[in-house]
């Protein structure tokens, strides 16, 4: 039996890409089981294939699968209608399945409205869907009435059986690192919150379960080996348990996984300890849903933080030099120029280095959705337009699309407006135990401002002032290759080459064997005419696409136009 697991794409590209592109980390647990009871299961990443119906037809006849299952969000449960649709053109006996928070909470209207699902997998899905495959592979169709978190239709009329059980020991789920290769881990599944634009509580349920320590320690050490770098830890609370999250840190540092991470908390959640460990591990950012300035608003999310809280874990975070990203949400009930002013003042006071605005949206499995539906007495039939989502404001006669976009705009430039400040103002922790850290922590945000996300952004004045700033910063602490590399190429960029080349030797003198540095030096020495110089450091250099190109344009700059030629063309071949 082959089966297909397919994240499906999106109505509306996105600002950031990355919020769309990546497949949901259940996905990978699903299959993983799958595998463990032998069947053949591939995953697809279809983000990108809106308008591409050729090409996805094409790739289902070759693929020829059994069985689809759809991972659902919201958002992207259109591009899973699209694509079932041609999968049943191309075999009609195919099963089509969808799971996924965003299939969960509409199950019923998929089930009646779309005749091209077949099943609805409720909730947690590796079990259910596992139980699905295993009555359809027999083809015992009675049994589907037992497969517990399953909705489908029967007799004409569709059916929800029981709820499946909660995995109450996850470890029992087999390590999906062993199979597939991914940057998305987590240690837990359910909050205990219950923030009223949130689907994860009516989901996942606000009993936490946890993966133990040596799991989630197992599953980074085998996507290390596989040569992954950099991992986003999606708990909902990562922090949720402090004697968990530090025992992990210890083992990672134990292990010596070089590594660096980013993890989601909230602020009430964190205290020094866990972020001294925390950031000895790696950990180089935590987002935490601020959601609003005005504490009215705050409490008409269900987001029951208090302003001294957010205050005092994004001063703490931003002392151990882990970035404090902040998630706001705006357009929310009585949002107002008052309550704008309010979130203003919030930014001001906590100085974070990083902010995402959010739109307040409407999803299903929400309790402002419910709410939505409660006040106008909506079905779920709404969802029949063809859109991504219900953003509140469009629900509520006080607001109007041109004022959320003022609104926006206003908080956006107040906060490039003062970043500069923010900046300015860091604060880390004295002691030497941290300095390579800090200044690592220094260099990769001077990068953000010189060539990272804040360098295209014209709203924030100085940028290369400030980048400079914060590489000297960094070398204040400890030697950093990154810094040398950045202040060798700000000066380059000014035509200053005699201070980039004192900048850039003295990195080398630190860091010889750095290859960025070698070839940004040689590019110097070729500015002031030092063609020796540079050719004695680019052939080192030639098994680099750049290095081949700058000695072809040394030797040409020396008149010897036969070698020239030659680097030439083993560049264009390369
Ligand atoms: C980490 C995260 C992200 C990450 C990465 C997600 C990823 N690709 O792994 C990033 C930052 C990229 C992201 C982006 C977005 N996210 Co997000 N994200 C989360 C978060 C915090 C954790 C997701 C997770 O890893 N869960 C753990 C794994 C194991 O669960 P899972 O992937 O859902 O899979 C299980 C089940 O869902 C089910 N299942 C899933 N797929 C399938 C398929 C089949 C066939 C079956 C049978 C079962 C099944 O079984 C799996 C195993 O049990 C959740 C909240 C939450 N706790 O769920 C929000 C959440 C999913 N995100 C949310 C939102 C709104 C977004 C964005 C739209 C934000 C934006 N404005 O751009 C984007 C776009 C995503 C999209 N494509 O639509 C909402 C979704 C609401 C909704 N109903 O759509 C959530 C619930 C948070 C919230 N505020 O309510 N997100
Ligand atoms: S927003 Fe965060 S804290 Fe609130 S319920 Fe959702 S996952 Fe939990």
Known sequence: MKILLIYPYCLESRLNDEDISVVPQGLFYIAALLKKHAYDVEILNWHNTSNRSQDIKAELINKNPDVIGFSILHANRWGGIDIARIAKQVNPQVKVVFGGIGATFLWEHFLTHFPEVDFVVIGEGEYSFLNLIQCLDQGT?????????????????????????????????????????????????????????????????????????????????????????????????????????????????????????????????INAEILYWMRKAGCIQISYGVESGSEKIRKLLGKTISSQQIRQAFELTQKYGIMARAFFIYGCPQESWQTIEETIELIDAIKPLSIIFYILDLYPGTALFDDYKNRNTLSDDIWLQRIEDIMYFETDPSLSKDLILEFGKKLRNRFYEKLPEFVEALDLVDDPEFYPQHSDFFSRLALTFDKGDYSGIDAIAHKDQIAEKLYRRSLTYAPNARAYLGLGMLYQQRRAFDESIQILRAGLEIFPHEEQLQLCVAISYMNVGDYHQALGLLLKLQHLKEGVYFIAQCYQALDDVTKAELYLKKYQTL
């Open 141 to 269: 169709a009675y049994q589907l009435d037992h497969v517990k978190g399953l909705a489908f239709r029967k007799d004409g009329r569709v059916r929800r059986n029981s709820d499946a059980d909660p995995i109450c020991d996850l470890d029992q789920l087999p390590v999906p690192a062993q199979h597939f290769s991914y940057q998305h881990v987590s240690l837990t599944r359910g909050c205990a919150a219950n923030c009223h634009f949130c689907g994860s509580p009516q989901f996942w349920g606000r009993q936490v379960r946890f993966h133990s320590v040596d799991y989630f320690v197992e599953q980074l050490s085998l996507l290390y080996q596989q040569g992954i770098r950099f991992f986003y830890v999606s708990d909902d609370t990562f922090t949720i348990s402090t004697r968990r999250v530090i025992e992990i840190c210890k083992k990672i540092i134990q292990t010596q996984m070089d590594v660096q991470w980013a993890a989601i908390s909230r602020v009430d959640m």
